[in-house]
């Protein structure tokens, strides 16, 4: 969903600051299609980030100035996301208003709808406008971003001669570079899985009727097989993704997998329950996963198991022109579904 506080014009640098790394994407747009021009990303130590807010302003800073510099972007502008306890999304049914008159309420009334003190957020609308022919209600989409957490990732980023021109929401960018990429007459579910949140969507006719943040994601792993081999984080990092084999390890690797994986399929399943629990709620097409979490061996194949519903890892590029001399297709192909959020937010514009 695109929010209405910017319009057309420039493509921006898609910025996707996650906990577990830093990735960007740059697009370019011709008639036809968006091109690939630039991708890369960093990792960040351990705590740099956490729960959507910056604990670590400065290391980030560096990390995201070194791959800008290895990436060797000139540009300026850039688009970021927020997630998690900083941000509530909530879709509010109300009488249909013009624009002017629709600000006026939501300043006035905000409060209501939202845990927070107004004067604590940023706040931010679009009319969904789903009011139909004699209906005079319509579905308005609030958001609503707390001003402290914003403002240190936007103090941050002006630190580095960076001009953040847009800040959007993880579910809302993934949504994007979905329909960018992918029919949209189905109904699917959107899953992002990252190292320390998993973040669930479930879309149909464009508009979001399931969305929910927990606090799981691939970092779980990390600290399971750290523990119980009693090894460094970044040493049980490389093991998990494979990067290293200890062959009288993986039954015990595979044993975490398994327990862990239940536990995130289970809460998928509770989402499409909740999803299906609604009659007006059509047949599930598709599972779309995204984040480094999508790429657990074996997960897709358990989850769609474990749902009866087709499961598939995202292609954010899809639908996009690539020149191998330009990037990496190795890299492209390996790093596509945790480059989702990024690349979403790549396709964000600016005018200013
Ligand atoms: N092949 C793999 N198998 C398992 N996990 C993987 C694999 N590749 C990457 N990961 C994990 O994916 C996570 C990184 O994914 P991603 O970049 O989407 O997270 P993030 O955006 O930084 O985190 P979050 O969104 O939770 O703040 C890391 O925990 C990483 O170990
Ligand atoms: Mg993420």
């Known amino acids: 969903m695109k929010l209405p506080f910017l319009s057309t014009e420039k493509l921006v640098i898609g910025l ?32 740099a980030v956490e729960d959507g807010s910056l604990q670590d302003p400065e290391t980030v800073g560096k990390a995201i100035s070194e791959l800008l510099t290895n990436l060797k972007i000139k540009h300026k502008k850039v688009a970021i996301s927020i997630s998690g306890y ?73 630190g580095l001669g960076l001009q953040p021109v847009v800040v959007d929401v993880d579910g809302f960018a993934l ?26 969507n479930i879309i149909t006719n464009g508009m979001s009727v399931v969305a929910k943040d927990i606090g799981i994601g691939s970092r779980q792993l990390t600290e399971q097989i750290a523990d119980t081999f009693d090894i460094t984080m970044e040493e049980a990092e490389k093991l998990k993704i494979g990067l290293i084999h200890v062959e009288e390890k993986q039954e015990q690797i595979a044993k975490i997998f398994t327990s862990t994986c239940s536990q995130w399929v ?73 480059m989702a959020i990024a690349t979403g937010l790549a396709i964000r514009t600016s005018d200013i």
């Not at 979905?178 to 007459?185: G, V």
């Not at 009659?279 to 657990?296: D, E, I, Q």
Request: charged letters at 25%; hydrophobic letters at 40%; proline letters at 4%.
């Open 175 to 200: 949504e994007n570079i979905y329909e960018t990429n992918y029919p949209q007459n189905e109904n699917v579910a959107l899953v992002d899985i990252g190292a320390s949140k998993m973040n669930i």
């Open 86 to 158: 900083s941000v509530i999304v909530k879709k509010i049914h109300l009488e249909v208003m013009e624009e002017k008159q629709l600000e006026e309420y939501i300043t006035a009334e905000a409060e209501q709808y939202i845990p927070f003190d107004i004067d604590d957020v940023y706040l931010d609308f679009q009319d969904l406008k789903t009011n139909t022919e004699g209906s005079n209600h319509t579905d308005v989409m609030l958001v609503a971003a707390k001003k402290e957490v914003i403002d240190e990732f936007l103090d941050m980023l002006q």
């Open 266 to 338: 289970l809460e998928i399943k509770k989402s499409i329950d909740l999803y299906h629990s609604n009659p007006a709620n059509k047949h599930l097409s598709k599972v779309v996963l995204s984040g480094g979490g999508a790429k657990v061996a074996g997960l897709a194949e358990f989850l769609e198991k474990e749902t009866n519903v087709p499961v598939e890892i995202i292609n954010p590029f899809a639908k996009m022109l690539v020149n191998p001399k330009q990037i990496d297709m190795e890299y492209l192909n390996t790093v596509a579904p945790e």
């Open 16 to 47: 996707d600051i996650g906990s577990h790394a830093v990735k960007i994407c740059e697009l370019k747009r011709t008639d036809k299609a968006y091109t690939v021009v630039n991708l890369g990303s960093i990792i960040l130590p351990e705590g």
